[in-house]
């Protein structure tokens, strides 16, 4: 499968050390092609492993995931959005903000729905305890599926909170909808995150106008894979 990949094009190196970690994945996608190869895509049931190899896939690579997906059945990317959304304190786009994003704009004008998105990332110390109420190791890279102790291995220990949040235009209001923990972003993941925040803002009603980032690398890198361009005064 990673052979498939490099022909393709499709691996890039962050990539690839992200694949490290799943072994025995193309084990899974053979049971997962048995089981819902006759099964109508809404009718498809995935392995929490499959879910998570699909998610790094398309959240590093979309043309690796499209390649894939060619090859066995994955779940859709509005799938992999909506496993994202979490409840509670864990990383991922936070559902009791987004409902109350939502419950908002039940019976707000236009004017108050006009908002920003905006990104931000903050350092954060390099350190890993266990959370003892859910068993999991916490301050690992995590992009929403979140990591059980034994699975920790391989990830690399978080450097970076990419936070989002959703703040009006017009009304004063802001919301934190969420927050994924990284060790240096690429442009490719920010231009992912970035597609999904506005997927997930936009189906609460909110009408978004523009976006808002630092000036990293990474950042202008994802501005480029968006297709936004900064055009020169006169």
């Not at 992999?80 to 959304?85: C, E, F, G, H, P």
């Not at 999991?136 to 220990?157: A, N, R």
């Not at 506005?198 to 202008?220: D, K, P, Q, Y």
Request: charged fraction near 20%.
């Amino acid at each position: 499968l990673v052979e498939g990949l490099r022909d393709q094009h499709a691996l890039t190196d962050e990539l690839q050390l992200k694949l490290e970690a799943f072994g025995e994945i193309p084990q899974e996608l053979l049971k997962g092609f048995e089981k819902n190869a006759t099964r109508k895509s809404s009718g498809r049931r995935y392995s929490e492993r499959t879910k998570q190899f699909a998610a790094i896939l398309h959240y590093y690579s979309p043309q690796a995931y499209d390649y894939v997906s060619r090859l066995f059945p994955l779940p859709s990317v509005s799938s992999l959005r909506s496993w994202l959304k979490v409840v509670g304190r864990w990383p991922g786009f936070t559902q009791e903000a987004l409902g109350e994003l939502q419950r908002r704009h039940t019976t707000s004008s236009v004017r108050d729905k006009l908002c920003v998105i905006m990104l931000d990332g903050m350092s954060v110390k390099r350190d890993v305890s266990l959370d003892v109420p859910s068993g999991k190791l916490v301050g690992y890279v995590d992009l929403g599926q979140g990591l059980g102790p034994h699975e920790s291995d391989e990830v690399p220990m978080a450097t970076e909170a990419l936070v989002f949040m959703a703040v009006g235009l017009a009304s004063p209001w802001k919301i934190p909808i969420g927050y994924f923990l990284t060790n240096g972003a690429s442009g490719q993941l920010l231009k992912s995150l970035l597609e999904d925040a506005i997927a997930a803002v936009e189906e609460c009603g909110s009408l978004i106008r523009s976006t808002s980032s630092g000036s990293s690398s990474s950042s202008c890198t994802s501005c480029r894979l968006l297709k936004v361009f900064t055009l020169p005064t006169s």
